[in-house]
């Protein structure tokens, strides 16, 4: 599979990408991750006009490109499956929507700290679009609210992965329609998501006990199937213990002890009786052992 990385690339990646698009039209994967923003749009315009094949994108901390970037691989790059635009800052959410249009094979978006364009308004654009979506990062994307995320939830059910840490407007509800509507939910990221309460865990958990494997199937089996694997919620200040344990009996995947560490609740100081069954018997074990001779 044609493939270019630009780790290589320190000095005047532009021109690079200009030269060397032309010749690469069958490229399937590129990686234009930078430290020192170089890219502008010609040379995502030229990109657009030249890989038709793209479906691999990782224009991260790419701080100069416009919407006409987005215009550009809207219609240039219709088989896009991955998109990597974490950090681009001038993107606005109407050119997101624009590029939802187009590029609807899409199944892992990241829009990391693009706060002008993972807005509300962009993510019913997304579910209403991309219906493929599996995987979705909106860290610190504080626009968003229960809105868009319920429209992920009903237009996006494949979704595996969703962060929605410091999204901080988003409330109980955008969980519960989560809980309700993404079955393969494996992977949730909640942290500083203040207004989460004990209201969204159980809703995770019922949406767990009316699809909860048969008794017949193996442990192991239960441990590896659908279901949440990791969540995140650190400084989720007002959850109470009962629930978060609920949780925690419910999803077998998730564990508390630090070998293993899926469930993460740095920060919240009153969920220190929260423990998983591995990490319980591994303080049995331990207790149980006699002390040394002295």
């Known amino acids: 599979m044609p493939r270019i990385c630009s780790s290589w690339c320190k000095n005047n990646m532009n021109n690079l990408v200009l030269s060397l698009a032309p010749k690469f039209t069958k490229l399937e994967t590129l ?9 502008e749009d010609n040379a995502i315009g030229a990109i657009a006009n030249y890989c038709h094949d793209l479906q691999n994108l990782d224009l991260s901390k790419s701080f100069k490109l416009s919407d006409h970037s987005l215009y550009a691989l809207a219609h240039g790059c219709p088989k896009l499956t991955k998109l990597n635009i974490s950090g681009c800052t001038a993107f606005s959410d109407g050119a997101l929507e624009y590029l939802t249009n187009f590029c609807q094979k899409l199944k892992i978006l990241n829009l990391c700290g693009c706060v002008k364009a993972a807005t509300d308004h962009a993510l019913q654009a997304i579910g209403r679009n991309c ?6 990062n909106l860290g610190w994307c504080e626009n968003v609210g229960d809105l868009g995320v319920m ?3 009903y237009g996006c059910p494949d979704l595996r992965t969703l962060d929605l840490c410091g999204c901080v407007c988003i409330t109980d509800d955008s969980v519960i329609a989560l809980a309700y509507r993404c079955l393969h939910l494996r992977s949730l990221g909640l942290y500083y998501c203040r ?3 004990d209201r969204a865990m159980y809703s995770l958990v019922h949406s767990r006990v009316k699809n909860k494997p048969p008794m017949w199937q193996s442990m192991k089996d239960r441990c590896n199937e659908e279901g949440l694997r990791s969540l995140n919620i650190s400084q ?3 959850l109470t213990p009962p629930a978060v344990q609920a949780l925690c009996d419910s999803f077998p995947a998730l564990h508390t002890c630090s070998w293993r560490h899926s469930l993460v609740m740095s920060g919240c ?3 220190t009786s929260v423990h ?3 990490a319980v018997q591994a303080h049995r074990t331990m207790s149980s052992i006699p002390n040394p001779a002295h």
Not at 34 to 39: G, M, S
Not at 131 to 136: E, G
Request: charge should be positive; charged fraction near 10%; include cysteine.
């Open 31 to 39: 990686v234009l991750r930078q430290d020192k923003p170089q890219l």
């Open 131 to 136: 219906s493929q979506l599996q995987s979705l």
């Open 151 to 153: 429209s992920l939830a």
């Open 195 to 197: 207004n989460i309460t």
């Open 236 to 238: 989720c200040t007002a």
């Open 269 to 271: 100081l009153n969920l």
């Open 276 to 278: 998983c069954a591995c």
